[in-house]
């Protein structure tokens, strides 16, 4: 069975590069979509984009300009770049596992990561 | 632009009691429609995928229904364990999820 989890730093100054990553262990990343998802506090959910084995990625509209993922699959890794943070970055962020996706739409997310809770501040 | 709606955005009920939330699209989604339960402090679990396929291992309790617009999800008889955040999330052409409904048990 997949799982998925997160890492990476807490805390991010304003203006700087938020930089998340999501290990899968229980499967290779070689098969499926790995996405993330952020929440920011108190608040829903924002789908943030995709990345796929061969490289392919897609990326929310909101966010297009700020963001890159990419994959390691001999480390069984995928990872987020957001530049340019500001507050209304804060969020926890969370990878999860989408069976499809195309486009800027993926199916369902049926696994997902426990969420890192990531603070913008100086 | 397109959006999600879900109401209500929160209620309380009692064990045993039917629960209905529903999650309205701003165009047509066919039964690309998700439902996710959230507890507070986790991650959001899949309940329902294409409007109405009940995830492996998810009580039957849990119903899904709708296409189009108009989607209904449905607690048949609420259990103490099913408090929590309630999204919808369609797939349609872009990802996107409702604001949620909160369900507390009394």
């Known amino acids: 069975q997949v799982q998925l989890q997160e890492w990476g730093p807490g805390l991010v100054k304003p203006s700087e590069t938020l930089s998340l990553t999501c290990g899968v262990s229980?499967?290779?990343?070689?098969?499926?979509?790995w996405t993330w998802i952020r929440q920011p506090p108190g608040r829903g959910l924002e789908y943030i984009g995709y990345?796929?084995?061969?490289?392919?990625?897609n990326y929310s509209p909101s966010l297009r300009s700020r963001v890159t993922m990419s994959r390691d699959t001999s480390k069984n890794q995928i990872s987020l770049k957001l530049r340019s943070v500001t507050a209304a970055d804060t969020a926890v962020y969370y990878c999860?596992?989408?069976?499809?996706?195309?486009?800027?739409?993926?199916?369902?997310?049926?696994?997902w990561g426990q969420g890192t809770l990531v603070t913008v501040s100086s | 632009d397109s959006q999600m709606t879900q109401s209500p955005s929160s209620l309380s009920a009692s064990v045993g009691d039917r629960v209905t939330i529903t999650c309205q699209a701003s165009h047509d989604v066919s039964k690309f429609l998700n439902w996710y339960q959230q507890k507070p402090g986790k991650a959001p679990k899949l309940l329902i995928y294409?409007?109405?396929n009940l995830e492996t291992g998810v009580p039957s309790r849990f119903r899904g229904s709708g296409s189009g617009t108009d989607f209904i999800f449905t607690i048949s008889s609420l259990q103490p364990e099913d408090f929590g955040t309630y999204y919808c999330q369609q797939y349609k052409n872009f990802t996107l999820f409702g604001p949620g409904t909160k369900v507390d048990v009394k």
């Open positions: 229980g499967g290779s990343i070689s098969s499926y979509y």
């Open positions: 294409d409007a109405s």
């Open positions: 990345t796929y084995y061969t490289g392919a990625t």
């Open positions: 999860a596992k989408a069976n499809y996706c195309v486009g800027d739409s993926c199916d369902w997310f049926d696994t």
